[in-house]
């Protein structure tokens, strides 16, 4: 058996003898070499002599690379020929296991936020500028990552295969598989040496608690067990959904149809009020990290007689009343409004929302609303693909603990660095004032509960 990681170059060779034990004898010409999936039969090389090169009597050698987007699995690698006039062929097995990714090394995409930007806007009482979006974006990033480092997990979902060696029963049981930081959600498939494990033959755990799952042990009643193939290294392949839970909401649904390629996504007012910079989404089975919204013609306007430039008019009058949501963002002319509560086919809003001007507008004005969601496709191990009209959006929730966590880490840095990382002395420090400090009491204790609820505490072993 043959292994090699997809995308990269695996030397195949062939030897032919004239009997079995004899010498090495030339074929009649250059023979073929042909490699199909195992199972399917689906071919990942068309029968080709072409590149066949012939390195001495009797041995024939060929330099494939397998496409880095091939399935893994098991090939078989097919030599056919002519000796003397008779037709001959050889096989090898070709394992392709699949190149590791970010998705695959638990490495944490940038753009992956445990909290909104508007989140941390709403609880700063923060006006929206490009500049102050993009500085709230950086305190975001830090601070997610901040908490998985105090959590030491990683709790968003991402679909990948991993690859383990198998447990040494030096060290640890043989039929059990500690997964440490590399936690599931929920199993795919796994296989050891190349063989698939039946889903009745291991259990996920702990299974009082999980997800998420830290191992997976093999049913000592069945037949099954880690090992085989030609090494201990990477024996093991776990496909499945890593990360803490699988927490969705479903929010709302698209208005329009995409294309795999299509990056600007619009959305009704439902999932456009619940969804903000950093939300997780996933349409059918891809999902999408949200990187930035603009505004999006609604198709109503402004009904009644207008709004005046009081801070009192706030009742804007619309056509259909359902196709807006509360905490919705809306753009009149230059104005942008919050809405904040609805009845029948009038919206109640907060006027000159995000620091823009309050402003008077006539009737029949255009009404504009944030719902066009700027993402990145196929995110998290999904791959990106085409969806309908009306297709439902879910948005996936992080613990409720963590996001606390993460706006309130966010707006740390976010003061800090308005503040110039400077120290406010307490009274009687050299140099202070009858200034104190900051009480970081508040944030201390956030983070304790947050690691006490939802930090991985260490495995205990003795010897």
């Not at 799952?213 to 959904?241: C, K, M, P």
């Not at 990145?376 to 996936?396: F, K």
Request: aromatic share 6%; net charge negative; glycine share 10%.
């Amino acid at each position: 058996m043959t292994e090699v990681i997809a995308g990269q170059t695996v030397a195949l060779l062939s030897q032919w003898y004239d009997f079995e034990g004899g010498t090495l004898t030339d074929l009649d010409a250059t023979p073929t070499i042909g490699v199909t999936h195992i199972g399917t039969g689906s071919a990942a090389l068309a029968a080709t002599s072409s590149g066949v090169t012939h390195p001495g009597t009797g041995s024939y050698g060929y330099a494939w690379t397998p496409s880095s987007s091939l399935t893994p699995g098991d090939y078989l690698a097919t030599w056919s020929g002519l000796s003397s006039g008779s037709p001959v062929t050889a096989a090898e097995t070709v394992t392709v296991t699949a190149p590791a990714a970010a998705d695959d090394t638990n490495t944490s995409p940038a753009g992956v936020f445990y909290a909104t930007r508007e989140d941390v806007m709403r609880a700063l009482d923060s006006k929206l500028t490009a500049r102050n979006a993009g500085q709230i974006d950086r305190a975001l990033e830090s601070a997610s990552r901040d908490v998985e480092d105090l959590c030491h997990r990683k709790f968003f979902p991402v679909q990948a295969t991993r690859y383990f060696d198998w447990p040494d029963v030096q060290y640890r049981p043989s039929w059990r598989l500690w997964l440490d930081d590399n936690e599931l959600i929920s199993l795919t498939t796994l296989t050891s040496g190349g063989v698939t494990i039946p889903s009745t033959d291991y259990f996920l755990e702990p299974n009082r608690s999980g997800p998420p799952f830290n191992r997976l042990e093999i049913d000592l009643d069945s037949s099954a067990a880690y090992g085989g193939g030609d090494t201990h290294q990477r024996n093991i392949a776990v496909t499945g959904l890593w990360g803490y839970r699988n927490t969705e909401t479903q929010v709302g649904a698209l208005v329009e149809a995409l294309d795999a390629s299509e990056t600007a996504v619009d959305v009704n007012g439902a999932a456009s009020a619940a969804l903000g910079v950093g939300s997780v989404l996933r349409v059918d089975s891809e999902r999408m990290l949200v990187t930035g919204r603009r505004m999006l013609d609604t198709g109503q306007n402004v009904g009644g007689s207008g709004l005046t430039a009081q801070q009192n008019s706030v009742t804007l009058a619309v056509s259909d009343g359902t196709a807006f949501a509360v905490d919705e963002i809306l753009l009149v002319e230059s104005e942008r409004m919050l809405i904040v509560d609805i009845a029948s086919n009038n919206l109640t809003v907060k006027r000159a929302w995000d620091g823009s001007v309050l402003a008077a507008h006539a009737a029949a004005v255009d009404i504009y609303a944030a719902r066009t969601l700027t993402v990145q496709r196929g995110a998290l191990g999904t791959t990106a693909a085409t969806h309908s009209n009306g297709a439902t959006v879910n948005r996936w929730d992080p613990p409720g603990p963590v996001r606390l966590l993460t706006i309130a880490e966010a707006i740390n840095t976010v003061t800090m660095e308005q503040a110039g990382y400077s120290k406010v002395l307490r009274s009687g420090e050299a140099g202070g004032s009858s200034e104190r400090n900051r009480d970081q009491k508040g944030i201390e204790r956030l983070r304790q509960q947050v690691y006490n609820s939802h930090g991985r505490k260490a495995r205990v072993r003795a010897v």
